[in-house]
């Protein structure tokens, strides 16, 4: 599978997305029009419409837990738009930082093996604990990730 983030409706991204080899789509945030990617499923960011979530809850695409991947926390792998406070994953361009305490103080609760989440234009990983963070990075700028939910495993992708 292909964890996105970071997408407006740019048709030729899209049509590069659809003929990639991977079984599913689960984005993580600021997708503006997943109804144009096949077998998209995910949650939402700050940069979509509401349109979006209306789409993804009326057509049983909003994620909340699938597979071994949740964003309630409870599964050992997790997606989130937002990256947690503290980690090394969450600056973004310009050096500016980011990040949730909320998320944070999940990780330290649930304890999930990854993190993956979106709103960071640049692909990085850290530890926080525990648990692996892992930023997919903006697919404006060609990033990606390929997850592998039966080896628990990723591996940093790009388009181009």
């Given at each position: 599978m292909a964890l996105i983030g970071g997408l407006s409706?740019?048709?030729?991204?899209?049509?590069?997305?659809?003929?990639?080899?991977?079984?599913?789509?689960?984005?993580l945030g600021d997708v503006e029009c997943p109804q144009y990617i096949r077998d998209f499923y995910g949650i939402v960011g700050?940069?979509?419409?509401?349109?979006?979530?209306?789409?993804?809850?009326?057509?049983?695409?909003?994620?909340?837990n699938m597979l071994n991947i949740s964003s309630d926390f409870s599964t050992?792998?997790?997606i989130s738009h937002y990256p947690p406070k503290g980690s090394f994953t969450r600056i973004i361009d310009d050096n500016i930082k980011i990040g949730l305490k909320d998320i944070l103080e999940k990780?330290?609760?649930h304890k999930p093996k990854l993190l993956f989440h979106a709103h960071s234009?640049?692909?990085?990983?850290?530890?926080i604990y525990d648990t692996i963070v892992i930023s997919i990075g903006?697919?404006?700028?060609g990033?990606?990730?390929?997850?592998?939910p039966e080896k628990f495993n990723f591996i940093f992708k790009r388009l181009w």
């Open positions: 409706c740019n048709m030729n991204v899209i049509e590069v997305l659809n003929n990639l080899d991977v079984d599913l789509f689960i984005g700050e940069m979509e419409d509401v349109s979006v979530l209306k789409y993804l809850r009326s057509s049983g695409r909003y994620l909340i050992e792998v997790v990780i330290l609760v234009n640049i692909q990085n990983q850290c530890r903006s697919l404006e700028n990033y990606y990730v390929e997850y592998y």
